[in-house]
T-cell receptor, first 112, second 112 residues
Framework: DQQVKQNSPSLSVQEGRISILNCDYT??????FLWYKKYPAEGPTFLIS?????DKNEDGRFTVFLNKSAKHLSLHIVPSQPGDSAVYFC???????????FGTGTRLQVFP | DARVTQTPRHKVTEMGQEVTMRCQPI?????VFWYRQTMMQGLELLAY????????DSGMPKDRFSAEMPDATLATLKIQPSEPRDSAVYFC??????????FGPGTRLTVL
């Protein structure tokens, strides 16, 4: 039973345009969400997070939106750059607990 | 430069052999996690420790996998006997129990 779902395995976007990566979750107990970025042959690295008390969190070119009623979050990258090409994992947890539940990842390719 | 280290980075072995993967968490971190990355499941949590005590190994096939923390600077994941379906990338991560986790570069395991 996949509690965190990323239904798009891949996404291709032109440089300079917006990338939107989506994530859905099923467990209503989740109240903290994170995005991780992974380059080939490296471990995932933390990108941005959001608590359920917010509906938006912004960090430079990256913005995460949370829709609690729909159990949906999205990561927006504006403008997209070739260096953003990576696999992006969505993760969810109960705040200040140890466990993260990850999605299957979305491979983003940003082309010139 | 604090980072999680993992050895070996690559391992090729034959079915039935024992495999041991090692992880050195970031100094001062009190939680350690073992994940397996597969195409179908994304990042699966296999086991995790807090203050060296195992808290959850429900994601691990108990008959062949074992995870230990002999001391605060070393975590191990063993597979005995290994099978071809165990081929995957295994990640170790450490953290302070506040949701954010720091990942190592992974061990790519191939079981022939």
């Amino acid at each position: 039973d996949q509690q965190v779902k990323q239904n798009s395995p891949s996404l291709s976007v032109q440089e300079g345009r917006i990338s939107i990566l989506n994530c859905d979750y099923t467990n209503s107990m989740f109240d903290y969400f994170l995005w991780y970025k992974k380059y080939p042959a490296e471990g995932p690295t933390f990108l941005i997070s959001i608590s359920s008390i917010k509906d938006k969190n912004e960090d430079g070119r990256f913005t995460v939106f949370l829709n609690k009623s729909a159990k949906h979050l999205s990561l927006h990258i504006v403008p997209s750059q070739p260096g953003d090409s990576a696999v992006y994992f969505c993760a969810a947890s109960v705040y200040n607990t140890d466990k993260l539940i990850f999605g299957t990842g979305t491979r983003l390719q940003v082309f010139p | 430069d604090a980072r999680v280290t993992q050895t070996p980075r690559h391992k090729v072995t034959e079915m039935g052999q024992e495999v041991t993967m090692r992880c050195q968490p970031i100094l001062g971190h009190n939680t350690v996690f073992w994940y397996r990355q597969t195409m179908m499941q994304g990042l699966e949590l296999l086991a995790y420790f807090r203050n060296r005590a195992p808290l959850d190994d429900s994601g691990m096939p108990k008959d062949r996998f074992s995870a230990e923390m002999p001391d605060a600077t070393l975590a191990t994941l063993k597979i005995q006997p290994s099978e071809p379906r165990d081929s995957a990338v295994y990640f170790c991560a450490s953290g302070l129990g506040d949701n954010e986790q720091f990942f190592g570069p992974g061990t790519r395991l191939t079981v022939l």
